[in-house]
């Protein structure tokens, strides 16, 4: 039912910002679905496959908001990958049945689009069949299937005199370990000395260190969740607190507009 409640309040807050919209409005369901129709569809990245890492409200001016308060075009702005190149488009949405891409440039300088989840997920999978890393767990006494690794950062490595130097421009990926067994912090237990370094765009362990095995700290002790820890964490609950406007709300939201 609370579900039902919020689905409800979300569309009609949606159906009032559709008919009467305001120009920093997010985009619909159906100006992102033309944003993707119009750069699958642009000449101007033929390679594939194309991945979206990034798509927005292209914010018009705000003197062109106060100005122009309803006759503003609707434009995203788009982050994508493709053809190991990252992409910045501009798309024209004011028209969802006839999208256009206004302009379009490849990004050379340092820096690349944030992780999508299957980025994450692709690369949490590479250490399970990496031979080095499942020698290392191993080593430390500990079962593989109990071990978890995920992305920490994403760095730019050229130019320095260390190691990493030879990644070069790469889109690459730092990744750590952590015993993820017999307690919900896993963040407590992590699998020290061990750092891999992952290749996004092809997806393969391109770099690896195992420099030093320390004990991986025991599970106990490491609960956190309010439910399921004891004392001297457990308390007497703290006392209801009540809310009074007399004089009603200080404010009033239309769509996403709030007042």
Same mark, same amino acid.
């Given at each position: ?18 008919? !009467?919209? !305001? ?30 890492? =990034? ?14 308060? +309803? ?31 206004? /302009?379009?440039?490849?990004? !050379? ?30 080593? @430390? ?6 071990? *978890? ?6 760095? /730019? =490595? ?8 030879? /990644? ?14 017999? +307690? ?23 770099? =690896? @260190? ?37 004089? *009603? ?6 769509? !996403?507009?709030?007042?």
């Amino acid at each position: 039912m609370l579900s039902l409640i919020f689905s409800v309040l979300f569309l009609s807050g949606a159906i009032r910002a559709s008919s !009467h919209p !305001h120009p920093l409005d997010p985009l619909t369901a159906a100006e992102l679905a033309a944003v993707g129709t119009a750069v699958r569809a642009s000449p101007l990245i033929p390679a594939r496959p194309l991945t979206f890492h =990034y798509v927005g409200l292209d914010e018009p001016d705000k003197a062109d908001v106060i100005s122009q308060l +309803t006759s503003l075009p609707r434009r995203a702005l788009v982050i994508a990958r493709a053809g190991g190149q990252s992409h910045e488009l501009r798309v024209d949405v004011t028209n969802v049945s006839s999208p256009a891409v206004l /302009w379009h440039a490849v990004h !050379h300088g340092a820096g690349f689009p944030r992780f999508t989840t299957a980025d994450e997920v692709a690369a949490a999978a590479l250490p399970y069949k990496y031979p080095p890393f499942v020698e290392s767990v191993r080593r @430390r006494g500990l079962d593989v299937k109990d071990v *978890g690794c995920g992305v920490i950062d994403m760095g /730019w =490595y050229g130019g320095g005199q260390s190691e990493e130097a030879r /990644w070069g421009s790469a889109r690459v990926a730092k990744m750590q370990c952590f015993v993820a067994s017999g +307690t919900a912090n896993f963040y407590a237990r992590p699998l020290e000395g061990v750092v891999l370094v992952v290749d996004i765009e092809r997806m393969a362990v391109v770099g =690896y @260190r195992d420099r030093v095995v320390q004990p991986v700290p025991k599970a106990e002790g490491t609960e956190y969740r309010a439910d399921k820890v004891g004392p001297p964490f457990t308390g007497p609950a703290a006392a209801p607190g009540v809310v009074v406007q007399p004089e *009603g709300s200080g404010f009033h939201i239309d769509g !996403h507009v709030v007042r």
